[in-house]
Every structure is written in structure tokens, then in C-alpha cells.
């Protein structure tokens, strides 16, 4: 495929960390949220491994940050999610599925609770600054949105924890997975949670004061050589095969959070008031009708950009939402939205890549 470039301009947003992204040698980008995303820095591959094995930082500062405040922001969002949170915590993330009237996804984003009567809803791309506004309007609750002035940097490997301590000192260590606490840095606070777009641990820093956060992007890489530290990006390959979903890509607003794997995060027993409440009732009654599966394919080349028919037997049974070539395994591993009455582990398919039939089987999310 051709590459064409990027060209930012006032629609497709730089963040704080671009310039010295591509010091660093960014290789492509993405827009996310109307801003750019860095996406790699050479080979897929070989960022995959360095992964795995070390630590890297990744400019995620397109994972914008949606703040609710108001008397009545503990019922706006509630209202926008499927999931109880009456009894959220100060100190806690909460992994939460937006859903619209019809129970279909609207985005999967982390929620804070900062303070009594004040949220951060740490989105996905899609424009949900516009959806809570619109539910606020009709629903006549008494609340102020706003974009807050955020942006996010990712530390992620299996060394995070000891450059963060370097960094942060040993209370760092004692911050649990889905937790929040500030941590000082020079003399300035700055939010980190213990969450992460890997499975192979990590943090995320959530930086309102640009200056410091400038600052700390550069100390990071002057002490980050005994740790191997690169400048790094979500890593396509890692996602698929850790089953962690990308909003627009594997899930959209087709899809109902029943269908992707989101059981648990759905609380229809529960009394709480949410939009699409009803029509999930009944969803769930009825059963679902597909599903999110994990699926390998035998060949060594794939270029996605649409979801790709998977067949049986001349009848389409689904449809390859995200593919990458995969180390581990030696062949294409992807995610589909699969028909339910196929949805068995080594169903077997067919798929047409560059201009070739080849054979694939369905397997479980996470792929191991």
C-alpha cells in the first residue's frame, strides 16, 4: 500500500510529546480522537519482542479525558454506562461500556471518580464529549463537561515497574492494577494509574501541567538506558494476542457489550438507571446473535484496511475486524465477530488474502 503522510493542521491535532516523538524516530502515525497517534517506529515485529522483554513509552495523549462535574455528574454517569458504579471509590479505575438507546456500544472507556461529584472518563475514539452533553440537555441534569486539558503518556514492559521506581521511589511499587494515586515529581502531582493498552504491565501518567511533563518525558529517557527503554506505541500484534479491543477497529456501535465479552461489566439486576437498559434486557433474554472470538490463520501476510469476510462452506460466518503476523505463533492472529452457531473453538474457515484463499480456525480470547 502507498503511504500518504499525515498533514497536521488544526483538525488533526500534534500533542505536547510530537516534537521530540519524532526525534525519536516515529514511523507512522494514526489520528485517534482528532489527534495524532503515534503507531510505530520501524518494524511491527521487533517492537513486539522489545515489548515483551523490556520497557517502552508511548505518547497515548490522544486518549482524551472527558470531566464531569456537578451536582448531579454521579447520575450522568451512571446514565451513560451499563456498569454499577453507585458504589465507585476514590482511588479506583473502572473499565466501563458506554452504550446508546439500543444497547449498542458508544465506547469502552476507564473511569475515575477524582473527588465527590467530579469524574474522568478516559475515552476510546469516538465523540463522547458530545454524547454526555446531549444526554445532560435531555435528561436536565445539573452538571459542567469539558475536555480536560490532559495528556497521557504510557509506561509499559515488564520493566515499568523498576524505571518507575527509579523515577517515583518505592511507593510506586504498592499502587495496585486499576488503582490511582498522585505521585510527586519535582514538585509538581501528577495522576498515575496502573493500567495500560499491554498485558505485559505497565502505567499511565495523566499530565495536566505540560511543563513538568515535558520534563519528565526527557528524564525518563536519560536514566532509561539500564532498562532498555525505546520510544514505543500500542502494539498491534501484543493486543491481539492479550484479546485487549479496540474500539472502531474490533467493537463499534453495531455491536452490544454481550457480544464482546463485556458480561460482567453489564448489571442488569441492579437498580441503577442507565440508557439502553430495557433494550439489553432483552437482548439478553433473547441471546445473542454473534460474537467476539480470537482466530489463527495460516499464512504469514495480511493488510487490513476493512473487515474481511471469514467463510465455511460458501455460507460467511463472520468478519476479520483486526489481523497482524504473529512471532509467537508463526502465522496471522486476528479478531472476528463470529455468527454464534460457529463459535467453536477450531471451527475452521476460509479467508481471501492477497488474491488467495487461505484456512484459518477459531480459537478463545486471549489468544494462547
Known amino acids: 500500500?502507498?503511504?500518504?503522510?499525515?498533514?497536521?493542521?488544526?483538525?488533526?491535532?500534534?500533542?505536547?510529546?510530537?516534537?521530540?516523538?519524532?526525534?525519536?524516530?516515529?514511523?507512522?502515525?494514526?489520528?485517534?480522537?482528532?489527534?495524532?497517534?503515534?503507531?510505530?517506529?520501524?518494524?511491527?515485529?521487533?517492537?513486539?519482542?522489545?515489548l515483551k522483554e523490556h520497557v517502552q513509552i508511548w505518547d497515548?495523549?490522544?486518549?482524551?479525558?472527558?470531566?464531569?462535574?456537578?451536582?448531579?455528574?454521579?447520575?450522568?454517569?451512571?446514565?451513560?454506562?451499563?456498569?454499577?458504579?453507585?458504589?465507585?471509590?476514590?482511588?479506583?479505575?473502572?473499565?466501563?461500556?458506554?452504550i446508546d438507546g439500543n444497547g449498542n456500544l458508544v465506547n469502552d472507556p476507564i473511569i475515575f471518580k477524582l473527588d465527590e461529584k467530579k469524574w474522568r472518563v478516559c475515552i476510546a475514539d469516538s465523540d463522547v464529549l458530545f454524547f454526555a452533553k446531549g444526554l445532560a440537555s435531555g435528561k436536565n441534569f445539573n452538571v459542567d463537561i469539558c475536555e480536560a486539558n490532559v495528556n497521557t503518556i504510557a509506561v509499559q514492559g515488564p520493566k515499568s515497574e523498576n524505571l518507575m521506581q527509579k523515577v517515583f521511589g518505592d511507593e510506586i511499587k504498592e499502587l495496585k492494577f486499576f488503582n490511582y494515586k498522585y505521585y510527586n515529581f519535582k514538585g509538581v502531582k501528577h495522576l498515575i494509574s496502573k493500567t495500560g493498552y499491554s498485558k505485559q504491565g505497565g502505567y499511565e501518567i495523566h499530565i495536566e501541567n505540560?511543563?513538568?511533563?515535558?520534563?519528565?518525558?526527557?528524564?525518563?529517557?536519560?536514566?532509561?538506558?539500564?532498562?532498555?527503554?525505546?520510544?514505543?506505541?500500542?502494539?498491534?500484534?501484543?493486543?491481539?494476542?492479550?484479546?485487549?479491543?479496540?474500539?472502531?477497529?474490533?467493537?463499534?456501535?453495531?455491536?452490544?457489550?454481550?457480544?464482546?465479552?463485556?458480561?460482567?461489566?453489564?448489571?442488569?439486576?441492579?437498580?441503577?438507571?442507565?440508557?439502553?437498559?430495557?433494550?439489553?434486557?432483552?437482548?439478553?433474554?433473547?441471546?445473542?446473535?454473534?460474537?467476539?472470538?480470537?482466530?489463527?490463520?495460516?499464512?504469514?501476510?495480511?493488510?487490513?484496511?476493512?473487515?474481511?469476510?471469514?467463510?465455511?462452506?460458501?455460507?460467511?460466518?463472520?468478519?476479520?475486524?483486526?489481523?497482524?503476523f504473529s512471532p509467537k505463533f508463526g502465522k496471522i492472529v486476528g479478531i472476528a465477530m463470529i455468527k454464534k452457531e460457529f463459535c467453536k473453538i477450531s471451527q475452521e474457515f476460509q479467508i481471501k488474502l492477497n488474491n488467495k484463499l487461505v484456512k484459518g480456525e477459531i480459537c478463545n480470547l486471549p489468544i494462547t
Open 1 to 50: 500500500m502507498k503511504k500518504i503522510p499525515i498533514i497536521k493542521n488544526r483538525r488533526v491535532r500534534s500533542t505536547p510529546f510530537t516534537s521530540r516523538i519524532e526525534n525519536q524516530g516515529v514511523s507512522g502515525y494514526s489520528v485517534y480522537n482528532h489527534m495524532l497517534l503515534p503507531v510505530s517506529f520501524g518494524s511491527l515485529e521487533d517492537e513486539y519482542l522489545h
Open 60 to 98: 497515548v495523549s490522544v486518549q482524551r479525558e472527558i470531566e464531569i462535574t456537578g451536582v448531579d455528574s454521579d447520575k450522568l454517569v451512571q446514565f451513560m454506562t451499563c456498569r454499577d458504579l453507585s458504589n465507585a471509590k476514590l482511588g479506583k479505575c473502572y473499565y466501563a461500556p458506554l
Open 210 to 324: 505540560t511543563t513538568s511533563g515535558l520534563e519528565l518525558y526527557d528524564y525518563f529517557f536519560k536514566i532509561g538506558k539500564d532498562f532498555n527503554l525505546k520510544a514505543g506505541a500500542p502494539n498491534l500484534i501484543e493486543r491481539i494476542e492479550g484479546g485487549l479491543l479496540s474500539y472502531g477497529n474490533d467493537i463499534d456501535n453495531r455491536d452490544n457489550p454481550l457480544e464482546c465479552g463485556f458480561d460482567k461489566y453489564v448489571n442488569l439486576e441492579s437498580d441503577i438507571v442507565f440508557l439502553g437498559k430495557e433494550k439489553l434486557k432483552k437482548i439478553k433474554e433473547e441471546g445473542i446473535k454473534k460474537k467476539l472470538m480470537g482466530v489463527k490463520i495460516d499464512t504469514q501476510s495480511i493488510n487490513m484496511t476493512e473487515a474481511i469476510p471469514l467463510n465455511s462452506e460458501n455460507t460467511k460466518i463472520g468478519e476479520l475486524r483486526s489481523g497482524a
